[in-house]
T-cell receptor, first 113, second 111 residues
Framework: KAGVTQTPRYLIKTRGQQVTLSCSPI?????VSWYQQTPGQGLQFLFE???????NKGNFPGRFSGRQFSNSRSEMNVSTLELGDSALYLC????????????FGEGSWLTVV | EDQVTQSPEALRLQEGESSSLNCSYT??????LFWYRQDPGKGPEFLFT???AGEEKEKERLKATLTKKESFLHITAPKPEDSATYLC????????????FGRGTSLIVHP
């Protein structure tokens, strides 16, 4: 059974640009959540999507957005990139709304220069 | 507000030297407590889910235990390949089911 797949794995962007990250959840999983991980802040929750609807949202500015498609695949977008957005962005999937275990992808390393 | 505190922040062990990592938590009704292992530059890998006080789970050299206030991850006779950051997270009953993560314990096992 394939795990959570994230693309791209590594990318470098310039300050002011925008970036789109993609995530394919485990087959059959309907919940997809996104996290930002930095050495200073640890794992911080961005948002969660379930059945194409944003169900939960963390405390991040509106530059961070996401969406989920009918096949449960998800994308997150960061506009007007800042140096502080450099981080490992993790996608996680969960089977359903009952609060089962979440499984993470390998992450997308974003460097903003 | 749910809180998770992991200790120590960093731990160095010699190969074969058993030890324990601690995860203290406060949550308004525990639905589940999770342990993950994270290697540098990679996503967290799921290890265990514990649901109620007294529950224990094992996997190879790792054993996780749970009380009403904390969880321990016991590492028996560790090997260098056990070196990683170990993350603990709690999920509250009701509400959003989004887990709250601790900052992790960085474990280094020397040969």
């Amino acid at each position: 059974k394939a795990g959570v797949t994230q693309t791209p794995r590594y990318l470098i962007k310039t300050r002011g640009q925008q970036v789109t990250l993609s995530c394919s959840p485990i087959s059959g999983h309907r919940s997809v959540s996104w996290y930002q991980q930095t050495p200073g802040q640890g794992l911080q929750f961005l948002f969660e999507y379930f059945s194409e609807t944003q169900r939960n949202k963390g405390n991040f500015p509106g530059r961070f957005s996401g969406r989920q498609f009918s096949n449960s695949r998800s994308e997150m977008n960061v506009s007007t990139l800042e140096l502080g957005d450099s981080a490992l962005y993790l996608c996680a999937s969960m089977a359903d709304s009952s609060g089962n275990t979440i499984y993470f992808g390998e992450g997308s390393w974003l460097t903003v220069v | 507000e749910d809180q998770v505190t992991q200790s120590p922040e960093a731990l160095r062990l010699q190969e074969g030297e058993s030890s324990s990592l601690n995860c203290s938590y406060t949550v308004s009704g525990l639905r589940g407590l999770f342990w993950y292992r994270q290697d540098p530059g990679k996503g967290p890998e799921f290890l265990f889910t514990l649901y109620s006080a007294g529950e224990e789970k094992e996997k190879e050299r790792l054993k996780a235990t749970l009380t009403k206030k904390e969880s321990f991850l016991h590492i028996t006779a560790p090997k260098p390949e056990d070196s990683a950051t170990y993350l603990c997270a709690v999920q509250a009953r009701g509400g959003s089911y989004i887990p709250t993560f601790g900052r992790g314990t960085s474990l280094i096992v020397h040969p």
